[in-house]
């Protein structure tokens, strides 16, 4: 069973405008934690934003932030204000304890967001 | 303070043949992780070492992929013989070690696209 869920494989989004997308999850385990990482066109996995399943609020970072329904399992990044420089791939992902004790990062498929200008 | 490095950023070799990615870590971090995108996929865990062990290795496809990190510095991951199903985007990525394992941030090089002909 696929473990993180995006939904959307193409996004469009007005300059300026805001833009949420959407991540589900699914564990078992009380503890886990959420990212979302994008990818512009240069490559590289830029971390973003980070959410435990145990935070009481939202996590925020800057003009990023993310929508924590636990009860409904879903991680939605929103992005406000969105720049053209913020077209790019993005990744969800869900960190799940490996063996020993180990963590590693469970990825969802991707969406990929195009800022209209 | 450098990134995470990959080398090369492409590579392209014919079924058969071997190939050796590497991987420079951010310098102090004892975690190193190799991930993989086959096209149109998920970005799929490889292993992880813990400075020079091997953390976790439940991701290696099979035995024609060796991954080593001598000293606990750079790590290398060794294609051979080359498949077709090897084709895609190799991540390396790395993080500190402390204590709250769960929200560890893992910094991700570049990648190395990976084109077996």
């Known amino acids: 069973a696929q473990k993180i869920t995006q939904t959307q494989p193409g996004m469009f989004v007005q300059e300026k405008e805001a833009v949420t997308l959407d991540c589900t999850y699914d564990t078992s385990d009380p503890s886990y934690g959420l990212f979302w990482y994008k990818q512009p066109s240069s490559g590289e996995m830029i971390f973003l934003i980070y959410q435990g399943s145990y935070d009481q609020q939202n996590a925020t970072e800057g003009r990023y932030s993310l929508n924590f329904q636990k009860a409904r399992k879903s991680a939605n990044l929103v992005i406000s204000a969105s720049q053209l420089g913020d077209s790019a791939m993005y990744f969800c992902?869900?960190?799940?304890?490996?063996?020993?004790?180990?963590?590693?990062?469970?990825f969802g498929s991707g969406t990929r967001l195009l800022v209209r200008p | 303070e450098a990134g995470v490095t990959q080398f090369p950023s492409h590579s392209v070799i014919e079924k058969g043949q071997t190939v050796t990615l590497r991987c420079d870590p951010i310098?102090?971090?004892?975690?190193l992780y190799w991930y993989r995108r086959v096209m149109g996929k998920e970005i799929k865990f490889l292993l992880h070492f813990v400075k020079e062990s091997k953390q976790d290795e439940s991701g290696m496809p099979n035995n024609r992929f060796l991954a080593e990190r001598t000293g606990g510095t750079y790590s290398t991951l060794k294609v051979q013989p080359a498949e077709l199903e090897d084709s895609g985007v190799y991540f390396c990525a790395s993080s500190h070690r402390g204590s709250g394992a769960a929200n560890e941030k893992l910094f991700f090089g570049s990648g190395t696209q990976l084109s077996v002909l």
């Open positions: 992902a869900m960190r799940e304890r490996g063996m020993d004790s180990s963590y590693k990062l469970i």
């Open positions: 310098s102090g971090h004892d975690n």
